[in-house]
């Protein structure tokens, strides 16, 4: 564009150039620096007519030169969340929640908690496992107003054992941008400190709470010679290493309790070891993850 840029400059190479007619280019970039109240780290739909107009993502006409109309460009964001420390929550994810039009969430109270720590007010809407179908028509409708919509289930990344997929195919589906803001993930964090050299992990999430189609499952995943990543509840845990201890004994566990939390553990050994181990206590609290190594690498 020509002339000097008074309020920012443009990286034109974020993405590629899109014709939309004879005299009409677009192309999604950045602003490097503040633009009239955009946040820096905030997607900006540039579209140039003749060197003369700019569309921007903002929410206010401001005096520019040269001359632009501001258009609202509406993004769905996927944010990771929190685990269980508070304290692990992403700026960027914080800046986003805060210049959201919407949030929508899988459990409004828990999401609460987290806007409230962190001083925002937002308008909220739920989107859980039994209603995200019906819920992501309600985002779909907020995008196509032109707001901006952030998307967080109760702790971790949406889409690994939790609510997302569906409303991020529906988004998709709609022609709507949807970008991941990375954050806590019980799975990678489990495997950060797994200390296995395993080369291919599979991440399984929760097995079915009936027995013959778990121990089925584990045999099934037990052949595959993959590492494997499961969560499980307090009330299955000691019978989930009793079914691998059954199934193959010889296979290195690390099993996590209430992650990122005051009361955080971690146990490693064999299926049996870790399951002595926990037996000894008098109940199981808290949220376990069970990481299992791969065939080859079975020694602690």
Do not use: W
């Not at 009409?24 to 620096?33: D, G, I, N």
């Not at 589906?173 to 400190?193: C, N, T, W």
């Not at 590492?227 to 193959?248: G, N, T």
């Amino acid at each position: 564009m020509g002339g000097r840029e008074p309020y920012g400059s443009y990286d034109r190479s974020f993405a590629p150039s899109v014709s939309r007619g004879s005299n009409e280019k677009s192309f999604l970039c950045k602003a490097s620096v503040p633009l009239m109240g955009i946040l820096p780290s905030q997607p900006v739909i540039f579209v140039t007519l003749q060197e003369r107009v700019i569309k921007v993502n903002a929410g206010a006409l401001a005096s520019l030169f040269p001359p632009v109309i501001l258009e609202i460009v509406a993004i769905l964001y996927i944010i990771g969340t929190p685990i269980g420390n508070l304290g692990d929550m992403t700026f960027r994810g914080v800046e986003i929640l805060k210049s959201a039009g919407l949030v929508a969430c899988e459990d409004t109270r828990r999401t609460l908690k987290l806007l409230s720590h962190f001083g925002i007010r937002a308008k909220m809407v739920s989107c859980r496992a039994r209603n995200e179908a019906v819920a992501a028509e309600k985002v779909i409708a907020a995008l196509n107003e032109g707001r901006t919509v952030a998307y967080a289930s109760d702790a971790g990344t949406p889409g690994l054992s939790d609510p997302g997929a569906v409303l991020v195919r529906r988004a998709v589906e709609a022609g709507h941008e949807v970008i991941p803001v990375p954050g806590p993930s019980a799975f990678a964090s489990l495997v950060s400190i797994a200390g296995s050299r395993d080369k291919s992990v599979i991440f399984e999430g929760f097995l079915s709470p009936k027995a013959g189609r778990r121990r089925s499952r584990l045999g099934e995943l037990l052949a595959s010679g993959s590492a494997f990543v499961l969560y499980e509840s307090p009330f299955r845990i000691l019978k989930l290493l009793e079914d691998l201890a059954d199934l193959d004994n010889e296979r290195y566990v690390c099993v996590a309790r209430e992650m990122t939390k005051i009361h955080e553990e971690y146990l490693r050994g064999s299926p049996e070891e870790v399951g002595a181990a926990l037996a000894k206590k008098a109940e199981q609290l808290g949220e376990f993850s069970v990481f299992v190594s791969g065939k080859k690498e079975n020694s602690v």
